[in-house]
C-alpha cells in the first residue's frame, strides 16, 4: 500500500526537558495505526507535533508527507496543511466546535481556507459531507449550533469538518471516551469507513478494546518512547514488556468483581469514620421536563435502592435517563410520581431545608472534576469547604489531611492548585471532597470515563477499597460495560427512562433476556 506519512526520529522537548524521544513509524493508507500509553507517555504531543501544534522544539530526521517535507513547515504553511493534508478530531467536540456558529459554518470555514470551491458548491458540500457521517437530518443540522446537538451528533459534525478537505491522513485523539457503547460503535463504524476508502488513520485511545476493533498496527509509548510496535493481535495478545501488561492487566472487564486491577495499587490506611447502614430507595419514580407539547418524560416507573456496601450499576445510551436517576437520587431533579426517601425518610420534593441537616449522608463525583473546582482555591481550601468550620468557625486541617490520606494523594498537594494536578490526582480530590461529609453514600456519574487504563484502575481500586473500609454504598454510572462488570452488584439498564433489565451482572451481561440489552453487548468492543 501507499505511504502517506513517514516519520523517523521525532524528537519534542520543551525548554530543555525532552517529552518525545527518537519517535520512528509508517502510515499507509487505509491503515489504522493505534498510538497507546500512561498518562504522560507523550502519545498527544507526539500526534500534535505531526500538525505543527505541540508547543515544544520539534527535530526529526525525517517527517514526510508524499507531498510535503514537514520539518521544513513555515506557520503559515501548516495552515495550508491542516485539514488539506492532515485532518484533526478531538475527544471535547463541544470544546472543539465554536458554540456561537452553525455547523454550517464551521465546515464552511474549512473548505473556504482548503479549496476553492464557490459558496454554492461548499453548501452542498457540507450537506453531503454530514450525510456521509451519517447525521440525519443534514440540511437541519447545517443551521444548528453545537449546544443542539447530542454528544454523537456533535462528534459526527467534527468529524465532517475534518474530512472536509478529503485528507489522506486523519488523527483521531480520543474522539470516542465521553460517548456511550451505541454512539461510540457507530463512530468506530465510520472511522473504519474511511480508512476502508483509503484514508490513513492514527488513533490515540486509552480504550484497548476499542484499538482491538479498530487498529492494524498498535505502538505502545512509555516516558516518551516507543517501547513496543506490532500488528494488533500480536501486542494485544503476546505482550513483550511490562508496560503493555500492566496495560492490559487495568482493564476491569479482565477481573472479577472484588478483585483489584493493578496489584501494587497503595491499599488505603484504616479509618475510623464508621457509618450505620444507609439505603436510597427510589420506588416507581417518573420525571418529566417541559409543559405541554413540548413535555419530555426522562423517567417512568422506576425502581431501585443503592445499600451500605454495595454497588448498582446504572448502563444506557445517551438521554436513557442515567443522569436524571442520579439528581433524583440526589435530590436535585423534583419527581412527578412515586417516592425516594434516604434511610426511611422522604428525600425528594421536600424543601430543601428540610434534606440540609442529611444532604451530607449522600456524596457526589462527577465525570469533570476540573470543571467541578473552583480554579481560584486550592487543593486543601476545596476540600476544606466541603468539610465545613468546627466551633472556633475553621475547618480543621487534620481533617483535610485525614482525607488526602484516604484517597492516597500527599498532604503535601493541600498547598497545590488543581490545574498543576494530574487528571487521576483531581478524580481523587473530587473523591476526597465527596467524602468529606462522611456520607454513607456515593453518587459516581462516569467518575473514569477520561481517564486512561492505569489511571482508572487505580481509581477503581480506590473505590473498592474505601467502600470495604468504610461500608460505602454506590450509585454507579458508566457508557464502560467492563467497568459497570467489575465494580457492580447488581446492574439496571435504562432506555427512554424505563428500565428494560435489571439483575446480578453475570445474569444480565451473560444472559440478556431484553433485545436492547443484546444490543448494547453487541455495540461493546471487546479486548
Not at 492532515?86 to 456558529?101: C, E, N, T, Y
Not at 435517563?321 to 433524583?328: I, P, V, W
Not at 441537616?357 to 473546582?373: H, I
Not at 488543581?418 to 456519574?445: E, K, Y
Request: a positive charge; hydrophobic letters at 40%.
Amino acid at each position: 500500500m501507499n505511504t502517506v506519512l513517514t516519520v523517523d526520529g521525532l524528537s519534542v522537548d520543551f525548554g530543555g526537558r525532552p517529552v518525545v524521544h527518537d519517535v520512528s513509524f509508517s502510515l499507509a493508507a487505509g491503515e489504522c495505526l493505534a498510538v497507546v500509553g500512561e498518562s504522560g507517555a507523550g502519545k498527544s504531543v507526539l500526534v500534535r507535533s505531526l500538525l505543527g501544534l505541540s508547543g515544544g522544539t520539534v527535530a526529526a530526521r525525517k517527517m514526510a508527507t508524499p507531498r510535503e517535507d514537514l520539518t521544513q513547515v513555515s506557520e503559515r504553511r501548516w495552515r495550508r496543511i491542516r485539514g488539506s493534508q492532515v485532518g484533526l478530531i478531538l475527544q471535547d467536540a463541544l470544546g472543539s466546535l465554536d458554540p456561537l456558529r452553525t455547523v454550517g459554518r464551521e465546515i464552511d470555514e474549512a473548505l473556504r481556507l482548503q479549496t476553492r470551491l464557490s459558496a454554492r458548491e461548499r453548501r452542498e458540500r457540507a450537506e453531503s459531507l454530514l450525510e456521509s457521517v451519517g447525521l440525519p437530518e443534514p440540511k437541519l443540522r447545517l443551521r444548528q449550533r453545537s449546544g443542539q446537538l447530542s454528544g454523537g451528533q456533535r462528534q459526527r459534525a467534527l468529524i465532517a469538518t475534518a474530512i472536509a478537505a478529503d485528507p489522506p491522513i486523519l488523527i483521531a485523539d480520543e474522539p470516542t471516551t465521553a460517548l456511550d457503547v451505541s454512539t461510540q460503535a457507530r463512530i468506530l463504524a465510520l472511522l473504519q469507513d474511511l480508512t476502508a476508502r483509503g484514508t490513513g488513520l492514527i488513533l490515540v485511545s486509552h480504550d484497548l478494546a476499542v484499538v482491538r476493533t479498530i487498529a492494524d498496527r498498535v505502538m505502545v509509548m512509555d516516558g516518551g518512547r516507543v517501547v513496543e510496535s506490532g500488528f494488533a493481535d500480536d501486542v494485544l495478545d503476546h505482550p513483550r514488556t511490562d508496560i503493555t501488561r500492566t496495560l492490559l492487566a487495568s482493564v476491569p472487564s479482565s477481573k472479577p468483581r472484588g478483585e483489584r486491577l493493578l496489584s501494587h495499587s497503595p491499599q488505603p490506611l484504616p479509618v475510623q469514620r464508621q457509618r450505620t447502614a444507609a439505603e436510597l430507595r427510589a420506588t416507581q419514580i417518573s420525571v418529566s421536563f417541559g409543559r405541554g407539547t413540548r413535555r419530555f418524560t426522562a423517567l417512568s416507573d422506576v425502581s431501585c435502592r443503592v445499600a451500605s456496601g454495595r454497588t448498582l450499576g446504572i448502563v444506557g445510551e445517551s438521554g436513557s435517563g442515567k443522569t436524571t436517576l442520579a439528581r433524583a437520587f440526589l435530590g436535585l431533579a423534583p419527581i412527578d410520581s412515586g417516592s425516594v426517601t434516604l434511610d426511611g425518610g422522604a428525600w425528594a420534593n421536600i424543601p430543601e431545608r428540610a434534606r440540609r441537616a442529611r444532604r451530607r449522608s449522600v456524596g457526589y463525583v462527577t465525570q469533570d472534576s476540573f470543571a467541578s473546582f473552583d480554579p481560584r482555591w486550592t487543593v486543601g481550601r476545596i476540600i476544606a469547604d466541603a468539610v465545613g468550620r468546627d466551633e472556633g468557625g475553621t475547618a480543621p486541617k487534620s481533617r483535610v489531611a485525614e482525607l488526602l490520606t484516604q484517597v492516597q494523594l500527599d498532604n503535601a498537594l493541600a498547598n497545590r492548585s488543581p490545574a498543576t494536578l494530574s487528571g487521576g490526582q483531581r478524580q481523587r480530590v473530587a473523591i476526597a471532597r465527596a467524602l468529606a461529609g462522611d456520607p454513607g453514600l456515593l453518587v459516581l456519574d462516569e467518575p473514569v470515563s477520561a481517564l486512561d487504563v492505569t489511571v482508572q484502575a487505580q481509581i477503581l481500586d480506590l473505590l473498592d477499597d474505601l467502600q470495604r473500609v468504610k461500608g460505602l454504598g454506590y450509585l454507579l454510572i458508566s457508557h464502560d460495560m467492563g467497568v459497570i462488570q467489575h465494580m457492580s452488584d447488581e446492574i439496571i439498564v435504562l432506555r427512554n427512562g424505563r428500565i428494560v433489565e435489571q439483575g446480578e451482572p453475570d445474569a444480565v451481561l451473560s444472559r440478556p433476556s431484553d433485545p436492547y440489552t443484546r444490543a448494547l453487548l453487541a455495540d461493546t468492543p471487546q479486548l
